[in-house]
């Protein structure tokens, strides 16, 4: 996630620089308290933005560590496939052999 680094003005006309980048929900909420401080009219949508921001922050969480998840699995199904597919030949082969043993026992 990038840094948001934008300056915001208070109702009085004062900027408001964010001290460092905020790069997480956590330092996100701090900075919207301290610009709520300044301008407290922007209280009701501010907060709806933040609580929007949360709910997505967390469907992406959520979301990447189940793609994480599935590509694990994905990657565990094709080397069992692979595997599977190898042990397949083998018995094909053996099955071979084994038929041809016993296509000359019936006719010896």
Not at 38 to 45: F, S
Not at 48 to 56: E, P, T
Request: proline letters at 4%; one cysteine or more; glycine letters at 2%.
């Amino acid at each position: 996630m990038g840094a948001i680094t934008a300056a915001c003005q208070s109702s009085d006309g004062t900027t408001i620089e964010p001290k460092i980048p905020v790069s997480t929900p956590v330092a996100l909420t701090a900075e919207f308290m301290k610009f709520l401080r300044y301008n407290d009219t922007l209280a009701t949508p501010a907060l709806k933005l933040l609580d929007l921001y949360l709910c997505m922050w967390d469907s992406y969480v959520v979301k990447s560590t189940r793609k994480l998840q599935l590509e694990e699995e994905q990657r565990q199904l094709q080397v069992s496939t692979k595997w599977l597919a190898s042990d397949s030949d083998i018995l094909m082969q053996i099955c071979s052999e084994q038929a041809l043993v016993l296509w000359y026992r019936s006719r010896g």
